[in-house]
């Protein structure tokens, strides 16, 4: 085969699609089609949306699942069922998408950002105990791209300094902590059903717990502050109408039979592609320690160090995308850079406290080279074809690093 890149007008490595997301079949079908007949499309009158939180719950080690609208208001109600209040701080990563953060806004506190490890992408442990000051009350691990952030030295801050822990899980569906699965070792987990998403239903999110005074907590405020047992219009807390539908549920039971299954071929790609692209000069995949027992692998992150692999990160991508590998550079700004925070554009969510904060001087250097020159990923879908498909994806990095003279050459790179 031609040496010569594709984007120069050489033959592409890859031609084929990948897998296509989402995947589904008969099953689908069948409980769509019983739903719709069975007229029962509320999660107040149908089994579905009972059954999957049942079944979710129990598949991620916890006894509570409280399904909802989506993986952003799942983080909110969960704040507020922890009695997060106005002024409470909460420690958030930087680099994870909006809701993490904005959930904390509209629950009445105040994000504060603490760095990343530069290798595993996840919160490090010592930047969020930096972090922690008298109003500190809570912490938001992001299990980035489905591998599990460093939980035993989380947990341990958390416990000593009486901190609340919500597991942010909206990549980590089925991921492991050795045989701890994601959303079961914090106080609360969440996660998120969004298309994107390992497991989706189009829009949706749950959360999980084994605390039953928070579970009862969760459960009110997504049912408009209603209390089990009592009267339909009886209301005790602030809250709203949150619930899952049936449809939506009965779409999740259908893909929750194949979760596990999917996640064990991403796991297996995932780590088999890190293992031979770690190889290429400036290709770091990310770093995942041995206590990840399994990695979602919903996103496959790496760093392309421009200096050691011989090109700039925009024209390796570009380079990449005309060779067939569907691939981005990721968020392209820590969260306290967007205009959001720059200029504290709350809403009506701005108590007296915030007023102060000046986001301009948050500084995570980790995160903000992440961002602006090392940081980029691969999707999910592509993690759940062959051997063959890795390999492809490996030669045409390989195929690129080949040509990088070309590339650093190019004018546009620059
Ligand atoms: C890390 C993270 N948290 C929360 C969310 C919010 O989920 P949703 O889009 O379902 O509101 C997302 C996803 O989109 C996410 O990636």
Same mark, same amino acid.
């Given at each position: 085969m031609s040496d010569l890149l594709a984007i120069h007008g050489g033959p592409k490595t890859r031609t084929k699609p990948f897998t296509s997301w989402p995947v589904f079949g008969e099953e689908e079908e069948r409980r769509l089609l019983r739903t719709l007949r069975s007229g029962k499309w509320g999660k107040l009158h149908g089994p579905e949306t009972a059954e999957f939180e049942r079944r979710f719950a129990e598949l991620h080690g916890c006894r509570h699942g409280i399904a909802v609208v989506n993986g952003t208001v799942s983080l909110r109600i969960a704040l507020m069922a922890a009695g997060i209040q106005g002024g409470d701080e909460v420690i958030v990563p930087?680099?994870?998408?909006l809701a993490t953060a904005t959930a904390v806004v509209e629950a009445n506190a105040v994000p504060v950002f603490a760095d990343l490890e530069l290798d595993t992408f996840n919160l490090d442990p010592r930047a969020v105990e930096a972090a922690i000051t008298p109003r500190t009350r809570a912490i938001i691990p992001v299990h980035m791209a489905g591998q599990i952030a460093d939980m035993d030295a989380l947990m341990e801050i958390a416990r000593r300094h009486g901190l609340i822990v919500l597991e942010d899980a909206a990549h980590a569906?089925?991921?492991?902590w050795r045989d701890r699965p994601a959303g079961?070792?914090?106080d609360m987990g969440s996660f998120s059903f969004q298309?994107?998403?390992?497991?989706?239903?189009?829009e949706g999110g749950i959360i999980v717990t084994n605390d039953d005074r928070l579970a009862a907590a969760c459960r009110s405020i997504h049912n408009c502050? *209603?209390?089990?047992?009592?009267?339909?219009?009886e209301h005790h807390v602030?809250?709203?109408?949150y619930r899952l539908g049936e449809f939506q549920a009965a779409v999740l039971n259908a893909q929750l039979d194949r979760l596990v299954e999917q996640t064990e071929t991403r796991n297996r790609n995932g780590r088999a592609l890190a293992a031979r692209l770690? *190889?290429? @000069?400036g290709v770091y995949p990310q770093r995942t320690p041995a206590?990840?027992? *399994?990695?979602?692998?919903h996103l496959f992150l790496f760093r392309l160090r421009a200096s050691e692999f011989g090109a700039p990160r925009a024209a390796v991508l570009k380079a990449l995308e005309a060779e067939g590998i569907p691939v981005s550079g990721g968020y392209?700004? @820590?969260?306290? *850079?967007?205009p959001l925070f720059l200029n504290r554009a709350f809403g009506p969510y701005l108590p007296e406290e915030r007023k102060?904060?000046?986001?301009?001087?948050?500084?995570?250097p980790n995160c903000e080279r992440i961002c602006g020159e090392e940081g980029a990923w691969l999707e999910?879908?592509?993690?759940?074809?062959s051997e063959a498909d890795m390999d492809d994806i490996a030669r045409a990095f390989e195929k690129v690093h080949a040509g990088r003279a070309a590339l650093a050459a190019e004018p546009a790179a620059r």
């Open positions: 930087p680099y994870t998408f569906h089925a991921g492991l079961s070792m914090g298309s994107s998403k390992n497991l989706t239903c189009g502050g *209603r209390l089990e047992g009592g009267l339909w219009y602030m809250s709203a109408n770690a *190889r290429i @000069p206590a990840v027992g *399994r990695h979602s692998y392209a700004l @820590p969260l306290y *850079r967007q102060q904060l000046d986001y301009g001087n948050v500084s995570c999910q879908s592509l993690f759940l074809g």
